[in-house]
């Protein structure tokens, strides 16, 4: 009780706000983009097209190679939120300097040590989050990486030996699954972003984590990437 009355009411409604905010998108961007037709969810079609064509491919090595490139983006994320980490570690042991920084810019309010400690706790926890999603990111195209190679041959499928919408099925849910795993870590940097207006102050925090939301509506329902990928596109039966 006495650690929540050193924090300022008005950054813990700020803090309040970022999590619920974020919380809340990520429900809506899952929920209504299964309506909608979000991007994730109609890169996911194209997914399962893919995988389609990968039954049908005969030798795989376009499609291991496909799977080791997409896995390369999350082990570079994975390693950078590691470092952001030590990073920000390494400011809780200067923080006295760091707050006489931020005093000095424009309009920034001014905090106490603890309270600016506080911030810095609040972006580790942001970017671990980070780290798990796009390490979990990493294990699952690998497991990707065994369904395509444990794929009976393509003769196999064209003969009716083994059941080819099933495979395609199951391997194109890995991958989706690994792709959404990998918007989880990314969403996490980009309200990062939102959490550094925090040490400016929490109306800061607040307006960034809106601006934050409205970017990645933008970018996630009413892109012209969006409008491409979903020219021409049908499901598969």
């Not at 994975?78 to 030590?86: F, R």
């Not at 920084?101 to 506080?118: C, G, K, N, R, Y």
Request: with cysteine; glycine share 4%.
């Amino acid at each position: 009780m006495k650690f929540l009355s050193i924090i300022p009411w008005a950054d813990w409604l700020a803090l309040v706000c970022f999590f619920a905010l974020w919380t809340g998108y990520a429900w809506f961007a899952r929920v209504w983009g299964r309506k909608a037709g979000s991007l994730i969810q109609t890169t996911n079609r194209y997914r399962a097209y893919w995988m389609m064509q990968t039954t049908a491919r005969e030798p795989r090595m376009l499609d291991g190679l496909i799977t080791q490139t997409l896995s390369n983006t999350p082990a570079f994320f994975s390693s950078t939120s590691i470092l952001v980490i030590g990073g920000l570690f390494a400011l809780l042991g200067t923080t006295d300097k760091a707050t006489e920084l931020m005093s000095e810019i424009p309009f920034a309010q001014t905090t106490t040590l603890v309270v600016f400690e506080f911030k810095i706790l609040v972006m580790v926890a942001i970017f671990v989050y980070a780290f798990f999603r796009f390490s979990w990111c990493m294990r699952q195209y690998t497991f990707v990486a065994l369904v395509i190679g444990a794929m009976p041959p393509a003769a196999d499928f064209e003969s009716g030996k083994a059941d080819r919408a099933s495979y395609a099925r199951r391997a194109a849910g890995m991958v989706s699954a690994a792709a959404e795993t990998f918007n989880d870590g990314l969403r996490a940097y980009y309200f990062s972003f939102a959490a550094l207006a925090w040490f400016i102050s929490p109306v800061a925090m607040v307006v960034a984590t809106l601006l934050v939301v409205a970017i990645l509506y933008s970018r996630e329902f009413r892109s012209e990437v969006l409008h491409l990928l979903k020219e021409d596109v049908t499901p598969i039966v």
